[in-house]
């Protein structure tokens, strides 16, 4: 399991128009995720883990400045490379953990046979198996999206444009593809996220206007759990 430090992330909601401008400023200065399509984009689904007294969600409602969750993800539908991730927060600042997880493990995982995990020599399946029995954590919703993302190496800068967020309401069948989903944001607002280390380069500052806009507490996670 690589540890990886504390960065800073910050997101806001914007329209369509700020999208195509900021976008199209980014693209001259910053390089395309090597993952994107011949759009610009590529498709994530995540798996979201919560317990019976929603715990990761009303941590997030209320604020709770130490929160962390797990979650299954893979991109552009490419089962060949799943991540099992934990996201912490502390003090504002994001750290995230993954190892590789196998098909059958992550189905094993969602039907409840989760005793591999503490089998694994993996120390984010150990703890996600003590989390799971101690916590009764366990699989809770489907998010899709499409993201756009740029990168710029000075400040090791991420900027991503999530759009066409959706929620597999209560479904934990994750490989389903065609899994019914249903929008959770006004399909005009596109969540941007800022990410980076130690500054922000005033360059990358200019163009996404951070100054003139203000930090929202984002969660596509909790948004997704607006149906239950």
Request: aromatic residues 10%.
């Given at each position: 399991?690589?540890?990886?430090?504390?960065?800073?992330?910050m997101k806001h909601y914007i329209n369509m128009c700020d999208y195509v401008a900021i976008s199209n400023r980014l693209r001259k200065i910053m390089h395309l995720d090597k993952?994107?399509?011949s759009h610009r984009e590529y498709k994530i689904r995540s798996l979201y883990f919560d317990n019976l007294r929603d715990k990761v969600l009303m941590e997030k409602i209320n604020g709770?400045?130490?929160?962390?969750?797990?979650?299954?993800?893979?991109?552009?539908d490419d089962y060949s490379f799943i991540r099992l991730e934990k996201k912490s927060k502390i003090n504002g600042l994001c750290?995230?953990?993954?190892?590789?997880?196998?098909?059958?493990?992550?189905?094993?995982?969602?039907?409840?046979?989760?005793?591999f995990l503490n089998d694994s020599e993996k120390p984010l399946f150990v703890e996600l198996y003590s989390k799971m029995k101690g916590d009764l954590l366990k699989p809770k919703t489907i998010?899709?999206?499409?993201?756009?993302?740029?990168?710029y190496p000075v400040g090791n800068v991420r900027?991503?444009?999530?759009?066409?967020?959706?929620?597999?309401?209560?479904?934990?069948d994750l490989f389903n593809?065609?899994?019914p989903t249903i929008g959770v944001v006004d399909?005009?607002?596109?969540?941007?996220?800022?990410?980076?280390d130690e500054f922000l380069p005033e360059i990358i500052q200019d163009i996404i206007q951070t100054n003139n806009r203000r930090a929202t507490a984002i969660s596509k996670y909790a948004a997704s759990r607006i149906y239950g």
């Open positions: 399991m690589s540890e990886t430090k504390f960065r800073h992330e993952n994107a399509n709770i400045n130490r929160r962390e969750k797990f979650r299954i993800r893979f991109y552009n750290n995230k953990v993954s190892e590789k997880i196998s098909v059958d493990q992550c189905e094993r995982l969602i039907k409840g046979d989760i005793n998010v899709d999206y499409t993201r756009e993302a740029y990168i900027i991503t444009f999530d759009k066409s967020i959706r929620t597999g309401i209560n479904s934990t593809e065609n899994l399909s005009r607002c596109i969540v941007l996220e800022v990410k980076y």
